[in-house]
């Protein structure tokens, strides 16, 4: 399930940083126009198409404003995808933590839509290839960046550097070898981690092939030597493509038989999608 990479104390902390940034002591202009306790409705808008996530954390963030909050309508789901126009979202809430919450909730879930939103356009054009992201995120936000590339149809790589053995090229020139770095690993690990090797040329695929381990990336070559890479690898690894990889490039690669390609961009570029709030009516309005 999407929702299981969240944590209930991660999604509280994005809240309350958001709405302490923004409230703070109280909107000064609402709260001197608008008296409390009057109820409104409002619906969201999708002004693009887009992919959805994020609209959980937006009914958290209403209802930690607002404990009497309903949701009245509510089509979509994480993941959907959502067409231009449609009402993402209808609910009723105080007015005035209607207002203040309007920015916090739209920050969020414009930004993790976007994420995603780009991320199902890489996985539709590298299809069968498994699009990756990388820990290429926004301090202290990356599980919410990486829960969007889900929402997306992408898949996570490791989520920090103590969850997966990578041996790039920095820990090849400090080792001094491929074979070293691997069997310094091995020695320290044993055989429970998998090992992913970076590589640049195919005299180091060759090299990581010899140590038999389990993924090789092909980091930055011509597509012309990722071919010969796959060729030569011949399904003894795993081979991940990564570096300058964008939606042009794909075209190529998604034919070359790799098995993924990781993607920086889905989080460190992605912009954020159009989404907007519109108050229909308090409830006194409606009846009138």
């Known amino acids: 399930m999407l929702n299981k990479l969240l944590m209930a104390a991660d999604i509280e902390f994005l809240i ?27 619906e969201l808008i999708a002004k693009d198409a887009l992919i959805l996530s994020g609209l959980e954390i ?32 209808k609910f009723r809430c105080d007015s005035v933590k209607l207002l203040e919450g309007e920015r916090s909730g739209l920050n969020i879930l414009q930004w993790l839509s976007g994420i995603a939103t780009l991320t199902r356009k890489y996985v539709d054009k590298a299809h069968p290839v498994i699009i990756l992201d990388t820990r290429k995120t926004t301090p202290g936000l990356r599980v919410f960046e990486k829960y969007a590339v889900r929402c997306g ?29 691997v069997e310094k690993v091995r020695e320290a690990l044993g055989n429970k981690n998998k090992i992913e090797v970076e590589t640049q040329n195919l005299d180091e695929v060759q090299e990581a092939l010899d140590q038999q381990v389990d993924i090789i990336m092909l980091d930055n070559m011509a597509i012309d030597m990722i071919r010969d890479a796959v060729k030569l690898i011949d399904g003894r690894a795993k081979v991940e ?4 990889v964008n939606l042009e490039s794909l075209n190529e690669i998604s034919k070359t038989g790799a098995d993924f390609v990781s993607v920086g961009a889905l989080t460190h570029s992605a912009p954020a999608v159009d989404i907007s709030m519109n108050i229909i009516a308090s409830l006194g309005e409606k009846d009138k």
Not at 165 to 176: L, T
């Open 153 to 181: 149809g992408g898949s996570n790589h490791r989520f920090g550097l103590y969850d997966a053995v990578m041996i790039k090229d920095n820990h090849i020139k400090s080792a001094g070898s491929i074979f070293r770095a």
């Open 16 to 42: 309350n940083t958001a709405l302490e940034e923004d409230i703070k002591s109280g909107d000064i202009t609402t709260r001197n126009i608008i008296a409390d306790g009057e109820p409104r409705e409002a």
């Open 58 to 89: 937006f009914k958290i963030l209403f209802l930690k404003l607002d404990s009497a909050t309903v949701f009245l309508l509510e089509p979509f789901k994480d993941g959907d995808s959502v067409a231009k126009g449609s009402t993402i979202i």
């Open 241 to 244: 493509i990564s570096g300058g």
